[in-house]
């Protein structure tokens, strides 16, 4: 069986890990169970330029890497390319890496003593669109979402002040999004389709200037969406 994007196409994945044995026991069993491993990288400076040349749906990424952060790798790999996801693979559990890892743009985080079919759900998922945290982290994240949010805001400049103009059904979406429902929960309460949630959601990230659903659902519980 080979898993596909919404295309039709193979999901592309790329694995990160500076241990050559797990590296390659990952993309293994990614390959073997049907996606299609387009990359693997051992640093952080070959994971960015592998990763904006084969341009994968999920990038796999330990965060202990040598030559540059996972984080860092995060960061320069998202903002360099937006479609693409991250799922952080790793073997710490410290609330404070599980933040750093967020806050730069990951949209999930498993922890390496995950099970080969429960690696293989977290990346299907996130290459569906949906946060994949390792049970007991969900909470701890959107707790910080909510202690970000309650911090004063910086003065806006006459630019950020504008408002941007969502529609009623961008606004329905978004707080949504800011319960914690996946793409494929929304899809089911709004009677739409998957791929009509992710052109909504791509357009409020547009309209926003935000560059992920870390920074989305922040920017919703900053307005009190996620209570409406």
């Known amino acids: 069986m080979t898993d596909t ?6 999901v592309k994945v790329m694995v990160v890990d500076d241990h050559p044995m797990w590296r390659d026991a990952v993309a293994r069993d990614l390959s073997e169970s049907g996606f299609e491993v387009v990359a693997t990288a051992g640093d952080g400076d070959q994971a960015v330029r592998r ?8 990038l ?12 860092q790798v995060c960061k320069e790999v998202v903002a360099g390319n937006p479609a693409i996801r991250v799922l952080v693979l790793s073997a710490s ?5 599980v933040l750093e890892a967020v806050k730069s743009g990951a949209t999930g985080y498993l922890l390496k003593s995950a099970s080969t079919e429960e690696l293989q759900d977290a990346v299907r998922r996130t290459a569906a669109g949906d946060p994949v945290f390792t049970p007991g982290l969900a909470g701890l994240v959107l707790g910080e979402y909510r202690r970000l949010a309650s ?37 089911e309460r709004l009677v739409i389709s998957h791929r009509t949630v992710q052109n909504h959601v791509q357009n409020t990230l547009g309209k926003l200037q935000l560059h ?4 989305l659902v922040r920017y919703a519980i900053e307005r009190g969406l996620d209570d409406a």
């Open 5 to 10: 994007n919404e295309g039709g196409a193979p």
């Open 51 to 58: 990763a904006k040349a084969t341009a994968p749906d999920v």
């Open 60 to 71: 796999v990424l330990d965060l202990n890497l040598p030559g540059k952060p996972g984080v």
């Open 93 to 97: 559990g410290e609330h404070a890496d």
């Open 151 to 187: 911090e004063p805001a910086p003065a806006p400049d006459e630019d950020r002040s504008r408002a941007p103009r969502l529609t009623e059904r961008e606004t329905e979406v978004l707080r949504l999004v800011a319960k914690g429902l996946s793409y494929k929960q929304i899809a």
């Open 212 to 215: 992920n659903r870390v920074e």
